[in-house]
């Protein structure tokens, strides 16, 4: 699937097809159930390459993983040196994870992935990490990363100078393996998974306000634990019914957690009528997001409400092309530094459909309005661009034919399935 033809749709309506398990959740559940004495049963793990990462690295570590379908069996409990170098492929989430958890073990590994992955900064991690005493060896400051076992980890106060949710869990992962308090601060309104979710397998995790205390070394436990859909994966098909017109919506089982929510704000702000209904509450809340589709106008996005929305951006910018005036983002220089420049690879693709975006180093503006046309467009490997063009073009003159589709696999390995269906509904 080196391409793939999406023709422009009529009205979305009904039920959206059901949502993948989270992706963020999933790596955090296969690598808490590892590191837990006993056997641990994951429910709707996500499909995709990237979580495949994640059980191929901790069964690498020494744990036992079964998987049939989307539930997983590990047999988690006390790691140790692998054989070989941990590969990560194209998972960031995996490798910056990985770091905190084996500095806190007495394990020596080498985490190293695709070329993708190699690009990406993994100082921003080992930098902190050193701070509790780890030590950690950098290419450049990028993969591969080898994390140096038998180092003793002391608690200390660390202050992130990016408000990341996976510096924040890789560093919240190696405090459960260092002596004393660990706090963290300048998470800000970043993804907190891994404080939820922690307690379930046994950790003793708060937050207070800004900070995220720990006191180690703690063991794990093993743990049961079910893994909600995805809204990272149901925003595409939010988006979807936002631009299409006359269109209406239900997408069921989604998490809920309001850090992960940044998109269905902005889609309000926009003008699209939205409904969030939370039917369950913990670890992690989950329910139904149901949108109908409304007139749409550009909005602000500035560096403060870019941690909830990140992996969306290019979606919005996508209907920022459908919506009256231009929308402009700020504060998102961290698009550069994803699986691929996100700013730069959404304007290409956008100018080709005939929509007009200006870029910044850290944003981009996309002036709305305009009849989008036909093209070929070119994903350069990103997951979340090929799927953001694929939405463009249910909404355009003429069909979209999208370069490099097999990248969807990563985190949705049956998008362009899923697509289908719900423009038959």
């Given amino acids: 699937m080196a391409s793939r033809t999406v023709e422009p749709a009529s009205r979305l309506a009904g039920e959206a097809p059901r949502v993948p398990g989270d992706k963020s959740i999933s790596h955090r559940a296969v690598i808490f159930a590892a590191l837990g004495e006993g056997v641990s049963h994951i429910t709707n793990v996500a499909p995709g390459a990237d979580v495949a990462s994640s059980m191929a690295c901790v069964a690498g570590l020494g744990a036992e993983v079964v998987r049939r379908n989307g539930d997983v069996t590990i047999r988690g409990g006390a790691w140790r040196t692998p054989a070989d170098v ?20 007495e394990v020596d590994a080498t985490l190293d992935g695709d070329d993708s992955l190699r690009r990406r900064p993994m100082r921003r991690v080992a930098d902190p990490l050193a701070e509790l005493g780890a030590a950690i060896e950098t290419n450049a400051g ?71 205390l720990i006191d180690g070394p703690q063991p794990f436990r093993a743990a049961d634990f079910h893994v909600p859909g995805d809204p990272s994966a149901a925003a595409f098909w939010l988006a979807a019914a936002a631009i299409v017109p006359g269109s209406h919506v239900v997408v069921r089982d989604v998490n809920l957690n309001p850090t992960r929510l940044g998109f269905v704000a902005a889609l309000e ?86 929509v007009e975006v200006a870029t910044v180093e850290d944003g981009f503006d996309v002036r709305g309005g305009a009849t989008l046309r036909g093209a070929r467009v070119d994903s350069h490997d990103d997951h979340r661009l090929a799927m953001a063009f694929a939405v463009a073009a249910l909404g355009a003159r003429d069909a979209v034919t999208i370069e490099n589709a097999q990248c969807v696999a990563i985190s949705h390995p049956s998008f362009f399935d899923d697509l289908a269906e719900l423009c038959r509904a």
């Fill in 86 to 105: 941990l590969d990560c492929g194209n998972s960031g989430t995996t490798m910056r994870l990985l770091m905190g958890a084996i500095a806190g073990r």
């Fill in 142 to 212: 990028n993969a591969p990363v080898h994390v140096l076992g038998g180092r003793t980890l002391r608690g200390s106060a660390i202050h992130l100078r990016i408000a990341s949710a996976q510096i924040a869990s890789s560093l919240t992962l190696a405090a459960t393996g260092a002596h004393g308090r660990t706090t963290i601060a300048g998470s800000g309104n970043a993804r907190d998974h891994t404080v939820k979710m922690l307690p379930v397998f046994g950790v003793d995790v708060r937050r207070e306000g800004d900070l995220i």
């Fill in 269 to 354: 702000r926009m003008g699209a009528d939205v409904t969030v209904v939370v039917e369950r509450e913990q670890p992690e809340p989950m329910g139904r997001i149901e949108l109908r589709q409304r007139a749409l106008r550009g909005i602000a996005i500035e560096a403060p409400d870019v941690p909830p929305i990140v992996d969306e951006l290019p979606l919005l910018g996508v209907v920022a092309a459908y919506a009256e005036g231009t929308t402009s983002v700020r504060g998102a220089a961290e698009l550069r530094v994803k699986e691929s420049d996100r700013i730069a690879v959404l304007a290409a693709g956008l100018t080709a459909l005939g």
